[in-house]
Structures are given as C-alpha cells and as structure tokens.
C-alpha cells in the first residue's frame, strides 16, 4: 500500500476477506466447503486468479488428492451470491470441466515420495494446463499438507502476493472430505 491510504483494491479484498471466516462456518457440513472458498478466494471480487487448484497431500496414506479447482472461465458468482445460492453453486461446480479434472487426480504423497514440490507443481499444472504456475504449500491438519497451484492473470495481480497467500492459507481451516 503506498503511504497509509488503502487502495480501492485493498477495500475490494478486505470486503472478500470478512466473508471467508463465516462461509467456511456455514458451510462446514457440506461436502464441497473447500470449493466454495477457493471460488471466493479466486473470483475477480478477491484475487481474480485465472486457475486455481488446491491438492491435499497426506503421507501416511501416500496419497495427493485434488479437492477443488477453480478456472475463470467457468466462474459463476461473487462472494455474496454463493452463500445464498449453496445448490445452484454446488450444481454448477459439479458441471465444472476443469473442477473435475482437479477432483480426479490422484497421485502418489509428495511428501512420502520427498519429491521435489517443483517437480510436483511442473507436473500437475502441465496436466491442468496451467501457465506460469504459482504454487502455495500449507501445513493443516492430521499431518497433511496443502498444496494450491494457481495462475495469475495479470503483473498488476503479482503485487497482491503477501495478501494472496494470507487468503490461500483460509483453505487449511475448510474440513477435509
């Protein structure tokens, strides 16, 4: 932020922000809670990432799981539009191609395996076909560990990196289904 002043960006994901920690409150006993987070998170009303996809790696099942992906293309709705919209989202998350493409990958632990994460990362965002990947690890619970791999739409997009990963790491507080 330059001097004290907020930019209308910063109030924009300030806004995005103050929604996540009740969404993922209402939306615990819900299977596809971590979807609905990841699209707040990603929606050109938060980060406006052009794709997104978040891993949850767990090395004592020697098992990488995708959990939700997120593709500008296929959005939908705002933050505000999804909590009052749960089954619609759900239905259209569900006819999401790239959505689906995440949610069946599953792969050996990269973690167990102690493979490089950028291999890793190089790997699964040439499957996704996602350019110039970004990646995110997260430690969250039962051990596991969190990997989202994202696309940046724009270099004006780059300079929200600290307030990005301070989103991403929202995601380790979503159940694990």
Known sequence: MEGNEMTSRHKQLLR????????????HQIDNATEFVLH???HEGGFNLSKAAYFIDN??????????GFNKDEEVHTCDDILANEDYFTRHMDSCQFNKRVRRITAPSVKKIDDSIEKAVSRLAALL???DPSYYT???????FGLV???QKTAEDHKMQEELL???ALLGFCPIN
């Open 16 to 27: 995005c922000f103050a929604h996540l920690p009740q969404q993922i409150l209402s939306l």
């Open 40 to 42: 707040s998170l990603c």
């Open 59 to 68: 090395p004592d099942f020697d098992c990488l799981k995708g959990v939700a």
């Open 129 to 131: 076909e996602i350019e």
């Open 138 to 144: 997260l430690t969250i619970k039962h051990n596991n």
């Open 149 to 151: 791999i994202y696309e």
């Open 166 to 168: 301070t989103g991403l």
